[in-house]
């Protein structure tokens, strides 16, 4: 089998028209959303990423706010900003960039960033609500791989889903996704005794283990979907994901590159995040 390649920027790009549909029906009702981004310090990587969320945050029609602070901010002017974007109600999503400069408390600030407003979907009490199935907000990336996996048509249910990575940004919230559509989900992580033999069970495969091309092709089911997560550079400066990407597309069915898969999706959830937190914030449908 050779496998379809799924277009990220394509998915991408219908989900921010999708979005830009939504900011426009809320401009009727005289609602702008707004997002806040704080960033503290100059990591460039960061820059980038902040500078990517204005860009799209303009083509979607949110206003977007950027909060930019000096390296050596204390923690105690780091936490009156989020405070005082927290209080305000024309700001309906908000976030911290990370890392932070190593003296600030990355766990105090988002424990700081009210639920309803936390459209990274990092808040213990957001990923919680995940868990128990209640109404909130789901982190980005792991929003993006189900809106790849709706994409593809695939119904989960019943299904045997393998994520390999534990993280509590993409792997555990992507299992519990999963979950919640009635597949029967394995997680397996680095100290899985025979990742081959789990990975080779999967009728879906998500990755996200940040380890380039950590899982061979030949380990992958024949007809199986491959959703890889990561974004690996190699010493010869490549970009690559955790899979094999030549001998995982040669039996899987459906597989996302890297770059141009699962990447592009984040800032996109991230609007759709946004959107939907002002609609909720002003009782609007959804
Ligand atoms: N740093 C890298 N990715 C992210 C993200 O999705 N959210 C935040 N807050 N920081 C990041």
Same mark, same amino acid.
């Given at each position: 089998?050779?496998?379809?390649?799924?277009?990220?920027?394509?998915?991408? /790009?219908?989900?921010?028209?999708?979005?830009?549909?939504?900011?426009?029906?809320?401009?009727? !009702?005289?609602?702008? &959303?707004?997002?806040?981004?704080?960033?503290? =310090?100059?990591? #460039?990587?960061? /820059?980038?990423?902040?500078?990517?969320?204005?860009?799209?945050?303009?083509?979607?029609?949110?206003? !977007?706010?950027?909060?930019?602070?000096?390296? /050596?901010?204390?923690?105690?002017?780091?936490?009156? +900003?989020?405070?005082?974007?927290?209080?305000?109600?024309?700001?309906?999503?908000?976030?911290?960039?990370?890392?932070?400069?190593?003296? *600030?408390?990355?766990?105090?600030?988002?424990?700081?960033?009210? +639920?309803?407003?936390?459209?990274?979907?990092?808040? &213990?009490? !957001?990923?919680?609500?995940?868990?128990?199935?209640?109404?909130?907000?789901?982190?980005?990336? &792991?929003?993006?791989?189900?809106?790849?996996?709706?994409?593809?048509?695939?119904? *989960?249910?019943?299904?045997?889903?393998?994520?390999?990575?534990? !993280?509590?940004?993409?792997?555990? $919230?992507?299992?519990?996704?999963?979950?919640?559509?009635?597949?029967?989900?394995?997680?397996?992580?680095?100290?899985?005794?025979?990742? #081959?033999?789990?990975?080779?069970?999967?009728?879906?495969?998500?990755?996200? +283990? =940040?380890? &380039?091309?950590?899982?061979?092709?030949?380990?992958?089911?024949?007809?199986?979907?491959?959703?890889?997560?990561?974004?690996?550079?190699?010493?010869? =400066?490549?970009?690559?994901?955790? +899979?094999?990407?030549?001998?995982?597309?040669?039996?899987?069915?459906?597989?996302?590159?890297? $770059?141009?898969?699962?990447?592009?999706?984040?800032?996109?959830?991230?609007?759709?995040?946004?959107?939907?937190?002002?609609?909720?914030?002003? =009782?609007?449908?959804?």
């Amino acid at each position: 089998m050779t496998a379809t390649i799924i277009d990220g920027n394509a998915i991408a /790009q219908r989900k921010r028209a999708e979005v830009a549909d939504r900011v426009a029906a809320l401009a009727r !009702s005289g609602i702008t &959303p707004g997002l806040a981004v704080v960033i503290v =310090g100059e990591d #460039p990587a960061s /820059q980038v990423y902040v500078r990517n969320k204005e860009k799209a945050c303009a083509e979607v029609g949110i206003r !977007s706010e950027k909060v930019e602070l000096p390296e /050596q901010t204390t923690q105690q002017e780091l936490m009156a +900003v989020v405070e005082q974007l927290s209080a305000r109600s024309d700001i309906h999503g908000m976030l911290v960039q990370f890392p932070l400069p190593d003296h *600030l408390d990355e766990d105090a600030v988002v424990e700081a960033i009210p +639920v309803t407003k936390d459209v990274d979907g990092f808040h &213990p009490e !957001s990923i919680g609500r995940l868990l128990v199935g209640k109404e909130t907000l789901v982190s980005c990336t &792991p929003a993006g791989v189900m809106a790849i996996l709706e994409e593809t048509g695939v119904d *989960l249910k019943g299904n045997e889903v393998v994520v390999v990575g534990r !993280s509590n940004n993409v792997g555990k $919230p992507v299992a519990l996704l999963c979950l919640a559509q009635h597949a029967t989900v394995t997680q397996c992580h680095s100290r899985t005794r025979d990742l #081959p033999g789990h990975v080779g069970l999967a009728d879906v495969l998500i990755v996200a +283990v =940040g380890r &380039p091309e950590m899982v061979k092709g030949e380990w992958i089911k024949e007809g199986a979907i491959v959703i890889d997560v990561g974004i690996n550079r190699t010493e010869d =400066g490549r970009l690559v994901g955790d +899979v094999e990407f030549e001998t995982a597309a040669e039996r899987a069915s459906a597989i996302t590159p890297v $770059p141009g898969g699962v990447g592009p999706m984040t800032v996109a959830m991230l609007m759709q995040n946004t959107v939907l937190a002002a609609e909720r914030a002003t =009782g609007r449908p959804q």
